[in-house]
């Protein structure tokens, strides 16, 4: 009986999500209660993520704020003697030095890029996720179809980055490559400043989508 | 009579430092009939070797372009005569002198090229250029003869027979047929090379020998010279030197005279060491007009080639140069690359090139292309380093950040991609600057990050002014609820941008968190300033 099992499970047509094992490289996301929904316990490495918000200002950065600061701080897996660059392109304001300086982010490993054509923001993400300096890149495409996604997460394996692609919430019933999708929804009690996050995880490779009621976003490291 | 007791080391040594004929250049030149031999100055030109590179098929050479069988023409009275035939045309009976018709005659499919000074200069300067590699003197003494100063090298090639053998080599590999050889002196090499002379002389006794049995032919002087020499049964320097001198300056003029004493070595013979130019400029010619844009790439890439070893002989790089694409009609097309420092590897500026080459435009097809180099300038060489335990990830890194700084910048512009960096300033717009990449980004950072300030991560370029609701401010028709603040900013009354401004951190129902401020002294509307991100 069970050899017919095994015989059965030995197909490659069988797909088991209980023992896919092999973890890739996670960073955790400074926030306990995410990192324990996220495989391997954070943020993929050399993998697209992305993250869908109705607007600006409602948390997203400060979600990334602590690994991105332990990025600058650490040696890149790639290069032990340097750490990354984090690279943010076509954001929509600009990132504040002095701010990001509060959130422990070494500000001569930022890169800010500004295409003027919306076609170049895929083209420069791509360029900086295969270079193989960037541990993040940040950007910020008006569209990014399926083909897109898929070339970006191969630049990210190429060049072991952390690709994040900040998208709007329209996006969420397109089909995408990415190995985590997110969706960021402001919620709580108004009048106090601990305002909470709900996170709804879309899509997660190697994890199952979960969503995460209240999660309190700080813009101050500990 | 003191002077001439100083050992004669001494003197060498002291004076063959910039020019080793230095002390003799007092001797009075305008008196040339008596030249007596200048016995007290020791000829100290023994300690430099003049290597001459004769190139007597340099007008086929330069203009050849294809293996056809060519001769060149000149015109001579209104007739074209042949001047120079390659081996191919020799081969079918084509001799120089021949007019260009009965050159075609005997070979009708012969290339016939007219002869240009200006190629043949051009292609002296190149391989002068080239030359340079071996000495740093290098001096293009006539239209084909170039000579180096080799003394200074011979320990660095090691020796004389290498030094030799790769000059030869490479000559022969550029494609000239050249006729070397080595004196004491720039005019002696000169002669023993035109004569054919394979020969290699470090002394200045044998100097002489070598010389006495060279043909006057072999001295460029004036052919009514030497044909009355020649009736006279003087054939070669020998039997010049023979001559009394004060007779044969009489006939013959003090030029020639002073000729054979600057060749012998008792005379001084300063030369002018030829500098190439430390710009680029090359040109591409082709047949006929092209748009493939790949076999344009692929000029471009043998222009970058060349640039890349004219770098490479003056150990310099460039930060900039410039592609024109000329075209039959209308003006060229221009493709400007710059780069983050001296670059001089031509691998990294044809990726530039591709990059900037795909969004290039061209109107019309091509028929030349140019490279020009901006300024060149030291080449700041890098160390690599050898990293034993990154081994196996070395290859994911394939760039530097100046390198990936490079190539959006190629793309997208020099305004578009910078560096931040924060400045001591209370001002919100001042506390931060942008900084170019391509610069040296040494950061001013300040080290101390301002903890107790609340500032949000998201900043608007200008402020927006934002509705208000009797007092209350309006983000997105909604009313917005002031959760921290004030935090007072009254400074930079000093300059026109003084501000005095109220900041809240505010959010709105959508659950945005919002940066505002209120002037204080002016009117009291509500200002958007950034977003916590």
Known sequence: MSSSLDKLLENPRVWRGRNQVQREAALSSGYPELDRHLPGGGWPLKALTEILTEQYGIGELRLLMPALARLTAENTPVDDNEPGWIAWIAPPFQPYPPALQQCGIDLSRMLIVRPRDPSEVLWSAEQALSSGTCAAVLFWPETLDDQASRRLQLAAEKGHSWAIAFRPMLARKQPSAAALRLELHPEGTRHSSGQGTRIH????????????????????PA | MSR???PKSLVTARDAAPTPHAAQQVLPFVEPAPLAKPVFLVPTSAQRSWFCVWLPQLPLEASRSSDEAMAIVEEQQGIHRVLLADTQAQAAGVMAGQSANAALALLPALRLEERSLLREQQA????AGWLERFSSFVCIADRDVLLLEIAGSLRLFGGLRPLREKISRGLQQLGFAASLAIAPTPLGATWLARAGRRVCIRDQQNLKSAL?????ASLDWPKHLCSSLSGMGVTTIGDCLRLPREGFVRRFGAEQMLNLDRALGHLPDPRHSWRAPERFCADYEMTEEQSDRELLLNICRELLLSFEQFLLTRQLGAQRLRFSFFHLKGVATELRLGCARAERSAECWLELLRIRFDQLLLPEPVIAVRLQSGMTQALQ?????LNFHAAVDAQARRYSITQLAERLIARIGHQSVHSVSTVAEHRPQYAWCAQSL???WASNTLSEARRHLRRPLWMLPEPALLPADSGYPLYQGDRLVLLDGPERLETGWWDEDGISRDYYTAVNRAGMRLWIFRNRCQSSSWYLHGYFG
């Not at chain 1, 995880?201 to 101050?220: D, E, T």
């Not at chain 2, 060489?381 to 380093?385: D, H, I, Q, R, T």
Request: hydrophobic share 45%.
């Open chain 1, 201 to 220: 995880i879309l899509k997660s490779r190697g994890g199952r989508p979960v969503v995460l009621n209240n999660l309190k976003l700080s813009q101050y």
């Open chain 2, 4 to 6: 001439i007791s100083v």
């Open chain 2, 124 to 127: 002296l300067e190149a391989l």
């Open chain 2, 212 to 216: 006495r049995d060279l043909p006057l």
């Open chain 2, 381 to 385: 060489a890098e160390s690599a380093c």
């Open chain 2, 438 to 440: 391509l610069l040296d």
